[in-house]
């Protein structure tokens, strides 16, 4: 990555089960994240098995892979969180805030299948997404 990698998320392997090799995600202090497939073939990300991408503006604050296994969910002190939906590249945002410096997210998995985001900001406030 291009700024030093600051944080890591490992996704492992689950065949038969939505996904069928591991991979890992970095994100950097210049908003980049990178995909890396750690199976030779980097069937889901494509021929090489590697994606850069830069959804932020500045800093990444965090990484969290949906249980699902095919969306990421990225903060960032540029005061975003977004969504990647891995099989189509996309990103969306999830939450946008020229008030906050999103410094730290997490998120909780609901029994119906939805999830309720927590985040943080760098004047120590609390947020609910």
């Known amino acids: 990555l291009p700024?030093?990698?600051v944080h890591l998320q490992f996704r492992p392997q689950r065949p038969g089960g939505g996904w069928e090799e591991a991979?890992?995600?970095?994100?950097?202090?210049g908003g980049h994240v990178a995909l890396w497939a750690l199976s030779p073939e980097g069937r889901e990300?494509?021929?090489d098995g590697v994606v850069l991408t830069r959804p932020h503006a500045t800093y990444v604050s965090s990484l969290r892979w949906a249980p699902c296994?095919?969306?990421?969910?990225?903060?960032?002190?540029?005061?975003t969180v977004r969504r990647l939906d891995v099989p189509s590249g996309?990103?969306?945002?999830v939450f946008a805030s020229d008030d906050h410096e999103v410094s730290a997210f997490d998120f909780a998995s609901g029994g119906g299948g939805g999830s309720v985001g927590y985040a943080g900001d760098n004047a120590g406030r609390g947020l609910v997404l």
């Open 45 to 47: 990300l494509g021929d």
């Open 3 to 5: 700024s030093g990698v």
């Open 23 to 29: 991979v890992v995600a970095a994100a950097d202090k």
């Open 69 to 79: 296994g095919r969306r990421l969910l990225t903060s960032s002190y540029d005061g």
């Open 90 to 93: 996309a990103f969306e945002a």
